[in-house]
């Protein structure tokens, strides 16, 4: 499969507890996007990455939020001291930047989080 | 950033009758896209409108983009099961900004 490929599917926590997961990005792109979805809403943007550079984060990223691009292929987002609201599917996209293209994203399946 | 309204936020239509989503925007728009997301699934790209005007067509669907550029709409025609899901609409939240912004969708049921 040379989809967005997202690690885990699923993640149920404890409040307080830190968690982490990963987006792997289709392999040429070099665009990349968090987002938060909650049931009957659209994604809501997060942050945004072009290579290893993180050029945007939302406001809606607190302090506990961070994201890492390291060597501008995979990701992580990675939430410390989970809160209750902090549960919702987290959706990575990935596109490429380059003359004339759409920014079409192409988005993973998403990793479900519950925090209890 | 810009904001974008989508209307409406639910549609149920019998099977076999047509359906139309619409965006607005306050501002100007550099261009709009249209995603599809499956229940359960994730968003899907369908359509980008650039131009004023533009009008493209996808098969039993078909995309318009205002001449202003503050608007568009998805209309399908003799919807099917399997256009079930949520239409949603993406912009770029303003200049020099890299956020999309997503509408917060039009869920579309459709009764067999």
């Known amino acids: 499969d040379t989809g967005v490929s997202q690690d885990p599917r699923h993640k149920i926590t404890k409040r307080g507890q830190n968690v982490t997961f990963r987006c792997d990005p289709i392999s040429e792109h070099n665009r990349l996007y968090w987002y938060r979805q909650t049931l009957g809403q659209g994604p809501e943007f997060l942050t945004y990455?072009?290579?290893?550079?993180?050029?945007?984060k939302s406001r809606l990223l607190s302090d506990r939020f961070s994201a890492e691009r390291p060597k501008g292929s995979f990701s992580t987002l990675e939430i410390q001291r989970t809160e209750q609201g902090d549960s919702a599917m987290y959706l990575c996209a990935s596109s490429l930047l380059s003359w004339g293209a759409k920014n079409i994203q192409y988005f993973g399946a998403g990793t479900r989080l519950s925090v209890l | 950033g810009q904001q974008v309204m989508q209307i409406p936020q639910y549609q149920h239509v019998q099977e076999g009758e047509d359906f139309t989503t619409y965006c607005n925007s306050s501002?100007?728009?550099?261009?709009i896209q249209w995603y599809k997301q499956r229940p359960g699934g994730h968003p899907v790209f369908l359509i980008q409108l650039v131009k004023s005007g533009e009008v493209k067509k996808q098969k039993r669907l078909t995309f318009q983009f205002g001449e202003a550029k503050k608007n568009s709409s998805l209309h399908i025609t003799a919807t099917q099961t399997t256009d079930v899901g949520t239409y949603f609409c993406?912009?770029?939240?303003?200049?020099?900004?890299?956020?999309?912004?997503f509408g917060k969708g039009t869920k579309l049921s459709v009764i067999p």
């Open positions: 993406i912009i770029y939240s303003g200049a020099g900004s890299y956020q999309l912004t």
């Open positions: 501002t100007t728009l550099s261009n």
């Open positions: 990455f072009q290579n290893e550079a993180q050029l945007e």
